[in-house]
Nanobody
Framework: QVQLVESGGGLVQAGGSLRLSCLAS????????MGWFRQTPGKERDFVAA????????NYADSVKGRFTISTNNAKNTVSLQMNTLKPEDTAVYYC?????WGLGPWTPNVVDYWGQGTQVTVSS
């Protein structure tokens, strides 16, 4: 069992930056690939970024490549998403995800084993 708790969301102006963090409980953090999804009202939850079990490989949605960076701190069981040059279309609830999936996606929500509760990111124009 893995519990995920996100933090770091908020309101930011377009062009600004935010850093999301996700704290994972349990002793099996390194057993899971970790990632982030986002969702807006009435739409499906979309893949944003992923990092492999080894933490050596990453993958990003085309819409965030070059602007977002996913990273982990295995000693602290955390996964972070650094978001730069934010755009109004990045506004969404962001969810931390853990999966036993071996590939790095882009993932669909059905491959996720554990979800965080979500954190709101709002980018004003």
């Amino acid at each position: 069992q893995v519990q995920l708790v996100e933090s770091g969301g908020g309101l930011v102006q377009a062009g600004g930056s935010l850093r999301l963090s996700c704290l994972a409980s349990g002793r099996t953090f390194s057993s899971y690939a970790m990632g982030w999804f986002r969702q807006t009202p009435g739409k499906e939850r979309d893949f944003v970024a992923a990092i492999s079990r080894s933490r050596g490989r990453t993958n990003y949605a085309d819409s965030v490549k070059g602007r977002f960076t996913i990273s982990t701190n295995n000693a602290k069981n955390t996964v972070s998403l650094q978001m730069n040059t934010l755009k109004p279309e990045d506004t969404a609830v962001y969810y931390c995800a853990a999966t036993s999936e071996w590939g790095l996606g882009p993932w669909t929500p059905n491959v996720v084993d554990y979800w965080g509760q979500g954190t709101q990111v709002t980018v004003s124009s």
